[in-house]
Nanobody, 127 residues
Framework: QVQLVESGGGSVQTGGSLRLSCAAS????????LGWFRQAPGKEREGVAT????????YISDSVKDRFTISRDNSKNTIYLQMNNLKPEDSAVYYC????????????????????WGQGTQVTVSS
């Protein structure tokens, strides 16, 4: 059973930083693609970043590429999303999910490719 547990959300002011963590279990972590998507109230789901744990290759949305970084620690079956220079428009619930490997890059534009996800963690950025 796939389990994805996000943590690290919170409230910050514009320009602040947060690091989200996602601990994965219940599937072949190294054989999959993992990543983050977000959803704000009244808005469509938005793909943020994905990564292949085995190789470290990653994809990231143009809207955050200069501010966010995705990484992984395979010894902990955990991926991270480092978010710097946060803006109010980054406020959303952030979800960690897994993606079939062949859709790892596509999931940024098509977040429906995420198959399973955790409970989400709230990020609120105030101006």
């Amino acid at each position: 059973q796939v389990q994805l547990v996000e943590s690290g959300g919170g409230s910050v002011q514009t320009g602040g930083s947060l690091r989200l963590s996602c601990a994965a279990s219940g599937f072949t972590y190294r054989g999959d693609c993992l990543g983050w998507f977000r959803q704000a109230p009244g808005k469509e789901r938005e793909g943020v970043a994905t990564i292949y744990p085995t190789t470290g290759a990653w994809y990231i949305s143009d809207s955050v590429k200069d501010r966010f970084t995705i990484s992984r620690d395979n010894s902990k079956n955990t991926i991270y999303l480092q978010m710097n220079n946060l803006k109010p428009e980054d406020s959303a619930v952030y979800y960690c999910g897994n993606v079939p490997p062949r859709f790892c890059g596509d999931a940024i534009q098509t977040p429906g490719q995420f198959r399973s996800w955790g409970q989400g963690t709230q990020v609120t950025v105030s101006s």
